[in-house]
């Protein structure tokens, strides 16, 4: 397995949750024959070449329509006394380190007086195989194309010459055709993910524990929240959630649960945790990381401005690759709303990686070549929600942007002198974090993004009071 050694150390103190199996695909050849022959040549000791068509070819009742994929195709003409006449096209592929490759084309013998096709490989000491692809006998009377895959498994360990060479019928209605040559290997990948957390509070709180400088502490709860028009109905998962309560003088009140992990081996953890702030008078969640030399970052998860009228849970994830190389300490900091319908509540928090074994090349029996993700992706993007902020939002333009952006916002009341800018791509990954001044009113900041490749990026701004998020195209 060629990735394996690479988690050892990771994976031994983890436990494991196999989600199946994916594929992606290798490619030595990729020819569609849009701009030409690529890296194909017609061969000069045959008695014809293969010719770039679009559309039928010119004979009625023989060769194909169009191209299989795209607009262009190859083919070999049988008229103008081109019966029974051979045309090979030929390249060099480098298999020295190949394992499993797979020849793939489509083609297409249609008409009564059908041709032939074959694949010649030349190897190691100028050993030559000839391999059937298409005999014609009958020809395709469907006029459809075909796909053929041909397993090269026996020419691996230096390079190969591969010729496809085809032979036109005994009369005018046997064209040849091909399109759509691909040399591919089938990686087959096995997908783990690693769990250095998983806790959806069914027994307890697990390795989590309330903390003792804060107001109030979270609970456990099944059902709903005592107080209508705030909190759950239940747990995301399972019977059991946390909350705070924000009734009996509770508003305003910050409640916060912690645990340490080992990140020492990681390479690329996230938390994903669900959450549910819904009700009027919203509350607020953060993610504080102390790390390294009692490093604190303070992350927003939700903000809670009536930004959950639908009373359903969302997940949040949040990448922690910042922060590996050593032990960490996470706590989840909860703030309850201005009044008792501002409850805040999660539930299912994992930190987890995701893992990828490499079990080497399988042969593609069924399925077409094409690049493929890998099954059960997990995109590390934080879940941003809707970009008005209740009175604060935040404002960026010109937006798209190239080179600098307006960074505009409405503050109510400042208790500080600065507040924290970030700008996430759509991975997660924090590509900029800056200090800006912040005076109470309105604010404007210029941006200087002429440094950053183009596409979409999430916009924070972080105070003690809220977080403001907007989305910004850089072109």
């Not at 004979?59 to 029974?84: F, I, Q, V």
């Not at 500080?416 to 924090?430: A, P, V």
Request: no cysteine; hydrophobic share 30%; charged share 25%.
């Amino acid at each position: 397995m060629k990735k394996q050694l690479l988690y050892i150390s990771v994976v031994a103190s983890l436990f494991f949750l196999n989600t199946g199996k994916g594929q992606s695909y290798k490619f030595y050849e990729n020819e569609g024959f849009e701009n030409g022959l690529g890296q194909w040549k017609n061969v000069d000791y045959d008695n014809i070449d293969w010719i770039s068509q679009s559309g039928p070819t010119p004979s009625r009742g023989t060769g194909p329509n169009g191209a299989s994929k795209g607009n262009k195709y190859l083919y070999l003409e049988a008229s103008h006394g081109n019966h029974n006449k051979a045309g090979s096209i030929v390249r060099e592929l480098d298999f020295t380190n190949a394992e499993n490759p797979v020849l793939a084309l489509d083609h297409m013998i249609h008409g009564q007086d059908s041709g032939r096709l074959w694949l010649i490989v030349v190897y190691g000491d100028n050993d030559h195989r000839h391999i059937p692809i298409a005999t014609g006998e009958g020809g395709n009377s469907k006029q459809e194309w075909q796909r053929a895959r041909i397993p090269l498994k026996d020419f691996v360990g230096g390079k190969v010459q591969l010729t496809i060479r085809g032979i036109t019928g005994s009369g005018y209605r046997g064209d040849v055709a091909i399109d759509a040559v691909t040399v591919y290997e089938k990686i087959v990948e096995k997908t783990y993910y690693a769990f250095h957390e998983n806790e959806s509070f069914e027994k307890g709180f697990g390795q989590w524990e309330n903390v003792d400088y804060d107001n109030i502490d979270w609970t456990r709860q099944s059902g709903p929240t005592p107080s209508r028009g705030t909190g759950p109905n239940g747990a995301s998962k399972g019977n059991k959630y946390l909350y705070l309560e924000a009734s009996h003088g509770n508003h305003n009140k910050a409640g916060s649960i912690v645990r340490e992990l080992d990140f020492t081996n990681a390479e690329n953890p996230v938390l994903a945790l669900d959450h549910m702030i819904h009700g009027q008078d919203g509350g607020r969640l953060w993610l504080i990381v102390v790390y390294g030399d009692n490093d604190h970052v303070h992350i927003p998860i939700a903000t809670g401005e009536r930004e959950n009228s639908k009373q359903e849970w969302q997940r949040a994830r949040i990448p922690l690759k910042d922060f590996v190389g050593g032990k960490v300490q996470l706590t989840i900091r909860g703030i309850t709303g201005s009044g008792y319908r501002g409850d805040v509540a999660i539930d299912a928090v994992a930190v987890y990686e995701k893992i990828v074994e490499y079990e080497g090349y399988e042969k593609e029996t069924t399925a077409t070549a094409q690049k493929t993700a890998i099954d059960e992706t997990e995109t590390m993007a934080m879940d941003f929600g809707n970009e008005d902020n209740d009175g604060t939002t935040l404002k960026l333009y010109p937006n798209p942007a190239r080179t600098n952006v307006n960074v505009s916002f409405f503050v109510q009341r400042s208790r500080e002198q600065h507040g924290i800018l970030n700008m996430y791509d759509l991975m997660g990954n924090k590509v900029l974090e800056t200090k800006i001044p912040i005076r109470q009113g309105k604010n404007q900041h210029l941006l200087d993004i002429g440094s950053y490749t183009s596409g979409i990026y999430i916009v924070t701004l972080l105070t003690e009071e809220t977080v403001m998020k907007s989305k910004l195209i850089i072109k």
